[in-house]
């Protein structure tokens, strides 16, 4: 590996004759590590969730699950009167994005998406893998008369909870380089999820409403930027935007990650070496990951089988267009962009990396669930058959990338042993391992 006059690796990017999926600074690796511990967990609950439903939907005690998902709450006079089902999608989501808006405005300020090297593998990595599934969806549902075209998105969402949750059963000593770059993929993927979503999917819409919302953000972000962290004025803030931005037709869930996105992320005054971000974004992760996500698999994951339900989803050109986008459109997608790039810029891969590797990865960025069922049910109605069918997919689909990855990154897990006690070596006793240089 090319090294800097420090002694320390090259961490430049994927330019002319660069490096791929070189090892993160010492402070980025710590923050990965920190994010993964939180996801790791909240993938395990979310995994639980989604088993949950799917035992109680097909058990004696059905309408007891239905009763639950459909029980209606909120103000009428509103238009917040939604059933369970419909809050956990608009309303637990909202923290899920809000999140993610923390996220991408971190990467974008202070994180790998900042500078256009860094960024330009994750960013063509996560263009490949929501362009090629939507390409494989749309020609499985082209070709059959009973083909439903508008479905495209749904297979083009990563699920990073439930991707590291695989990655911590199978593979513990994945190298950081690649744990770095499943996560920056994960996060741009979630921006072009978002972008799908506000774009493709808002059916009506009330200009007024969207106004008053994105002043309600206004609002916030000015108060953030001074510094304002009273619960009792940015709280109420939050709830205007959201519920204004479930009024104006456009999903609700946006009014999240453009709270998020409005945080400021640099370090504020009185010496503090962390922004409000990452602050927030360390106080609302575990709400995330721990509660919003798990409960929404709960109430979205319930796909009744019983009735030949499993059979007539098999035949659906939708669950047919979900799964084959998941298993194998999203790894082609992604492993196919950055051998692209790879070709493009002469570029190669670090040192003790394969392309076995980053194969396993690709089929890991294949579980995709929490914005998949999301997008099905905007894409064919809650509750429709169609809804159904692509909801199984969903499971299905995730479930054997699941596999695949992990007998991928299991065969490699001796090499990748190797990596990490290399790269664990403090050189210059300087209390910084060589990986973080």
């Known amino acids: 590996m090319p090294a800097a006059p420090n002694g320390r690796p090259d961490r430049k990017g994927p330019v002319l004759g660069g490096r791929l999926l070189v090892p993160p600074s010492w402070p980025r690796l710590r923050r990965v590590t920190a994010v993964l511990r939180s996801e790791t967990v909240g993938g395990l609950l979310l995994f639980v969730g989604a088993i949950v439903a799917m035992i109680w939907v097909n058990s004696p005690w059905r309408d007891a699950y239905e ?82 075209p508008r479905g495209w998105a749904v297979p083009t969402a990563t699920d990073i909870a439930f991707a590291v949750a695989v990655l911590a059963i199978v593979s513990s000593h994945l190298p950081t380089a690649l744990r770095s770059f ?35 953000v206004g609002l916030w972000a000015v108060l953030t930027h001074r510094g304002v962290t009273c619960s009792w004025l940015l709280a109420p ?3 205007l935007a959201w519920g204004f931005m479930h009024a104006s037709g456009v999903h609700a869930t946006i009014a999240g990650v453009l709270l998020g996105f409005a945080v400021p992320a640099r370090p504020g005054q009185g010496g503090s070496d962390e922004g409000l971000a990452e602050r927030l974004e360390r106080a609302w992760r575990p709400v995330s990951a721990g509660v919003a996500v798990p409960v929404f698999a709960l109430m979205a994951a319930g796909v009744p089988l019983s ?9 659906d050109p939708v669950a047919i267009g979900v799964a084959a986008g998941l298993v194998v459109g999203k790894p082609v997608g992604v492993l196919g962009s950055t051998f692209l790039l790879a070709r493009f810029t002469r570029a190669e891969l670090d040192r003790g990396l394969s392309w076995w590797d980053v194969s396993g990865v690709a089929l890991l960025a294949g579980v995709g669930f929490t914005v998949s069922l999301l997008i099905a049910e905007l894409a064919f109605g809650e509750g429709s058959e169609t809804d159904d069918h692509a909801r199984l997919a969903i499971l299905l689909g995730s479930l054997a990338s ?6 991928v990154l299991r065969v490699r897990d001796r090499a990748y042993r190797n990596i990490e006690e290399s790269a664990s070596l403090d050189r210059d006793d300087d209390g910084v391992p060589i990986i973080g240089g």
């Open 67 to 148: 009763a639950m998902t459909d029980a209606h709450l909120g103000p009428a006079s509103l238009r917040l009167r939604l059933d369970v089902a419909r809050w956990a999608a608009d309303g637990l989501l909202a923290v899920f994005f809000f999140v993610v808006g923390l996220e991408l405005k971190r990467e974008f300020v202070l994180g790998e998406l900042r500078a256009p090297r860094r960024a330009l593998l994750p960013v063509v990595a996560a263009v490949g893998g929501m362009v090629v599934p939507a390409g494989v969806y749309l020609l499985v549902n082209s070709v059959s008369t009973a083909g439903v």
């Open 307 to 315: 009735g030949g339900g499993f059979g007539a989803a098999l035949c």
């Open 237 to 239: 803030l939050a709830v």
């Open 182 to 216: 499943l996560l920056t993929l994960a996060v741009v993927d979630d921006l072009l999820a978002v972008t799908v979503i506000a774009v493709f999917f808002t059916a009506s819409f009330d200009l007024l409403a969207l106004l008053a919302s994105l002043v309600a």
């Open 402 to 407: 699941a596999l695949l990855a992990a007998g």
